[in-house]
């Protein structure tokens, strides 16, 4: 079945750490997005790639950092420069085609505590 | 810039009722909307979209009409059940806007009482 994946699933980190995450999709999805999710918040974007090799930054990059070497692959480091990263995390990827009437699937998601 | 402008929750109905979710939006052009769903814990998921003016989207008994005169896509179920508990989000797309970002309310949260 297609879909993305994304992991762990839940995540602690400590003061400090710099953590990642990981976004794997085999939709053949072109386009991949990084959301963050605030309890009882709709979703700001982070990072945004339309193609291997390129990102860009949305609306909230500040703390994060991301690499998009494979199609499949779209990871999202978050640095200890991010001050309140507590949150959920949700990956999503569509084709990418003009006019922008493709459907943007999800992950399930990736809870992240700062202890 | 686009936005989206979605009722605030939470809905609390009993099962079998109507539902009504209301959604607005900005933006030029002719974007296309989406309605997404999120169960506690989880991703979102499509529940049903529409890319034209006049359009109707429809899935699982849920239908929104996409008015362009008011620009409106407001969500509806004739009868709503216990499982249909979730956060709705309303959301727009364009594909001329830099890097095809969608753009989404602030979620509406539904609990359907037995």
């Known amino acids: 079945d297609g879909g993305i994946t994304q992991s762990p699933k839940y995540l602690f980190r400590k003061e400090g750490q710099n953590v990642t995450l990981s976004c794997e999709q085999n939709?053949?999805?072109?386009?991949m997005y990084w959301y963050r999710q605030d309890p009882g918040q709709g979703l700001r974007l982070i990072y945004y790639?339309?193609?291997?090799?390129?990102?860009q930054k949305g609306d909230i990059a500040e703390g994060y950092s991301v690499s998009r070497e494979k199609k499949e692959s779209f990871p999202l480091t978050v640095t200890s420069a991010q001050k309140n990263p507590t949150a959920f995390y949700l990956c999503a990827s569509n084709t990418g085609l003009a006019g922008g009437t493709d459907t943007q699937y999800f992950g399930p998601g990736t809870r992240l505590t700062v202890l | 810039g686009d936005s989206v402008t979605q009722m605030e929750g939470p809905v609390t109905l009993s099962e079998e009722a109507f539902l009504t979710i209301n959604c607005t939006y900005t933006a030029t052009g002719y974007p296309s909307l989406f309605w997404y769903v999120q169960y506690p814990g989880e991703g979102l998921q499509l529940l049903l979209k529409?890319?034209?003016?006049?359009d109707k989207g429809s899935n699982k008994g849920f239908e929104a009409t996409y008015r362009k005169e008011t620009t409106s896509f407001h969500l509806e179920k004739g009868s709503v059940q216990v499982s249909d508990s979730a956060v709705y989000f309303c959301?727009?797309?364009?594909?001329?806007?830099?890097?095809?970002?969608?753009?989404f309310g602030a979620g509406t949260r539904l609990f359907v009482k037995a």
């Open positions: 939709l053949n999805h072109d386009a």
């Open positions: 529409a890319t034209k003016a006049d």
């Open positions: 790639s339309q193609i291997v090799n390129d990102f």
């Open positions: 959301a727009l797309r364009r594909g001329n806007t830099g890097g095809f970002k969608t753009i």
